[in-house]
């Protein structure tokens, strides 16, 4: 009989689990694949605004998504790695712990808000990181129908967090505040598109500001002054949580395993890293943590863990970004185009067209772990491959009618 190696995976997010699945599904019959998360239900973070504004989404369930596959799900929390062991502790609640040998690791535990550089953030704002935040988060607004709602930062969360609140709860008034211009990677005329819509909204834009503190009834701005608010949510910067780093793991100053061009760790090889947790090199530079470049990873981690596997050569990871998908609320969208280094082309859709291309970007991953157990996705399926002036591939279906040049 032929030696299975165990495969641990830990974090069942948008990454883990297309890991696991990919793992099993490439490798069958070579391997035993072990999923671990703290929730038996699929995190959808991509629509973790819309939880947080009182939205009823579907629920997938992680024992159901991988039924049939032979992967193995423990709900628990990783807590540990044993790197010269090769065991995972897991915190499985009460007080019990269970521990986990591995052959392979890969590691996809993702990124949460980094609540820890201005003081006030972890005591009084909401996050977007998990679901129960963002259904207190929910009950809030719900209460304060007629308040004052903070959000800090102007990334592309921040954004669709704020034109959410503000389309679900009209008398809510809603300021964005940031250091830089909203969306300020996106190029110039889709930027505009954003700008109008946040002001069609009714959310008032304060940038160039810092937030120096968050109080329980509003945010001290860097110079002393205060801004009134009854809720705040803190969308800005992220970090992983240190469980990689206090094993010894070689990781970056963010918390994220820093792997080779096959995406082990440089320090520990028989560990992958993919999704947010993983500083990933590219040739324009380090990959920041979106689910489209996370996907390809988790695809890409299984091929070559399967081809270890097969005694055949590892394949290095290329990626190159395709867009920035921003919702504006339900009813309004810009998708911003872009190389593959991520900086923007000049086409973006607005509109009908964007909101479709948003939703079908948003409940693509739950659609493709379905075809991972049918089919062994490879990263090419998922993406383009890299180089500043690759070609977008997803294009075509919506046609050249929908793009603004
Ligand atoms: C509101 C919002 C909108 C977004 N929109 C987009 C978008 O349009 N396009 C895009 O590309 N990206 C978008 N992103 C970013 C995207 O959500 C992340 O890049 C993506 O979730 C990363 O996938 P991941 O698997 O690495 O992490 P996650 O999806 O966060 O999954 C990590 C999993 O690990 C689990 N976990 C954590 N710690 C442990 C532990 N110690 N033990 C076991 N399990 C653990 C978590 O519970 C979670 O289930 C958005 C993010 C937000 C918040």
Known sequence: MADIKK??????????????????????G?????LVNPWERFTERLRMHQIATGQKLAEH????????????FVQGRATGIDTAAHVV????????????????LVYAIGSTTDTGR???????????????SAQDMAAHLARRDNGEFLVCGAGLTGIEAATEIAESHPNVRVTLLSRGEPAAMMGARARAYLVAALDRLGVSVRAGVSVTKVLPDGVELEGGEFVAGDGCLWTTGVRVVPLATEAGIATDEHGRIRTDAMLRSVSHPEIYAVGDAAAIPQAYGVLHGT????????AHAAEN???QLQGKQLKPFRFGYLHQPVSLGRKDAVIQFTYGDDTPRRWYITGRAAIFYKETVSSSPVKTYGLAKRLAISSRMLATT???????????????ASFTG
């Open 118 to 132: 201005v003081p006030g953030v972890a005591e009084h704002a909401f996050t977007l990181d998990a679901p129960q």
């Open 7 to 28: 495969v641990i995976v830990i974090g069942a997010g948008y990454t883990g689990m297309l890991a696991a699945l990919g793992a099993a599904k490439r490798a069958k």
């Open 30 to 34: 070579r391997v035993h694949v072990t």
């Open 61 to 72: 369930r992680i024992p159901d998504l991988v039924a049939g596959t032979g992967i193995d």
């Open 89 to 104: 502790t897991v915190s499985t609640g009460d007080d019990s712990q269970v521990f986990l040998g591995y052959d392979t």
């Open 305 to 307: 863990i399967a081809r």
């Open 386 to 400: 890299g180089g500043k002036r690759n070609k977008p591939v997803a294009w075509g279906r919506f046609g050249p």
């Open 291 to 298: 689910c489209q470049s996370g996907m390809p990873t988790a």
